[in-house]
DNA sequence: GCACAGCCGATTGTATACATCAGAGAGGTC
DNA sequence: GACCTCTCTGATGTATACAATCGGCTGTGC
């Protein structure tokens, strides 16, 4: 696994994750072997990963998709994720060392200047993803920084599914600004040590994102 | 996947889960093949989802081990669990089917025969498997009755972890008995569609397991 | 006696050949 | 014309052969 897997896994994930690959697309073992370069028996390994991540739905004798949810289970995926990420914030704040604190302000930074410099609306695929990207480390930096093996491995799962749902696709301008926002928020609650408030910041940051996805419907 | 492969990680999970392999034990792929009579390639895709599962650990040209958990990473782990068994109890107590709730009822049933029915203290291997066995199947229905993908396939992953720990192992007849009580007004509270009594029931459910682990220490 | 270099066995990683299965499409029957 | 069946194609599932890598052992030099 130590090359040609691991690196089908990266470029097949990436590909999802920046919306190369979209929602319930099929993936063919012998595509995506031309695609990263390497025989099936790799990709097939990196498949298997990808879907116990829970990205990559494999159905026996038939074959891979890039995973979909249901509308209807949405609204769960979004609660547990708050949950979830709402302990890790807490953690955060009674842990972080100051290299997480620094990572943190720096990813706050990169996301407002992205927003700010921002053209017109609505953004253009490119700018959505990197926007996407930044937004994704920021939420993954302060589950590394609660250092807890046991919830970080856990709500990675649920981040990804969140960030394949490109529910950021129509984001308006004050949607990205308040996100923006509760980022920095977040940032300063963590920096302050104060458990509670950022426990509550990213609930209320994450369930914004949960009705946004329900007003979509 | 269809047979070879499901059936390997079958066995392997069910050989980690009743304890035949201990947490750090090197998995190597031609044992385990000659164990599943298969092939290595199906042995490798059951380590695979195995590892993601959360139960295996592989290092890149090294090998696949059971995975270990460190005495200071529990305390986490069994509060992420606890936290997300709360709130699946809760969800079950709101959208439980009548079949659910016979499930739950038949399994508090067997286990509180076990238990009362066992001989003395300490309990053998066997008796201990069978009594692990039907407390997993428990919170795995519990699961289930949620009727949440997100919350059921998350959840899954620390519960096999905290199984795999054997933390039964040497509970006394009173833990266990404490135990058996706590499932069955679990099962009541859900009965009752008392969300917030059985998330309640369940997080101190746990928490009392994660006192006991705790202890051993 | 100790440290280090190089070799060797064992194990994992990858590619390929073959077996098996699911689904699409043609052809036939009612 | 609708439906059923059969075949056939393309994909996945498995086994095996070969390549690359790791760790321990041995033997040498100091």
Redesign the interface.
């Known amino acids: ?2 090359e040609a897997s ?1 690196n089908a896994y990266d470029v097949i994930r990436r590909s999802i994750m920046e919306g190369d690959l979209l929602a319930g697309q099929r993936l063919r073992e012998a595509d995506l072997g031309r695609l990263c370069k390497v025989s099936r ?1 790799p990709i ?2 990196a498949l ?2 990808l ?4 990205i990559v739905s ?1 159905t ?2 038939s074959g891979a998709v890039v995973t979909t949810w249901k509308p209807d ?1 949405l609204p ?2 979004f ?3 708050a ?2 990420e709402g ?1 890790a914030a807490q ?1 955060a704040a009674q842990r972080r060392s100051e290299g997480d604190l620094h990572a943190l302000t720096q990813l706050v930074e990169a996301m407002d200047e992205m927003v700010t410099k921002a053209g017109d609306f609505p953004l253009g695929d490119g700018a959505l993803a990197r926007i996407a990207n930044i937004n994704r480390e920021f939420h993954d930096t302060v589950l590394s920084a609660a250092r ?4 970080h ?2 709500a990675r ?2 981040l990804d ?1 969140s960030v394949m749902l490109r529910s950021f696709t129509d984001y308006d301008r004050s949607a990205l600004e308040r996100s923006c926002a509760q980022h920095r928020e977040l940032t300063e609650a963590i920096a302050a040590r104060d458990p509670e408030r950022a426990c509550a910041v990213m609930r209320a940051h994450i369930l914004a994102a949960r009705g946004g996805v329900l007003a979509e419907e």
Chains 1, 2 share one sequence.
Do not use: C, H, Y
Not at 51 to 54: A, L, M
Not at 148 to 151: D, F, H, I, K, V
């Open positions: 696994m130590s691991s028996t097939r390994e298997r990963r879907e116990s991540d829970g494999i026996p004798n289970e769960d995926l609660l547990v994720r949950t979830l302990m953690f807890s093996r046991a919830l491995d856990t799962r649920l599914a």
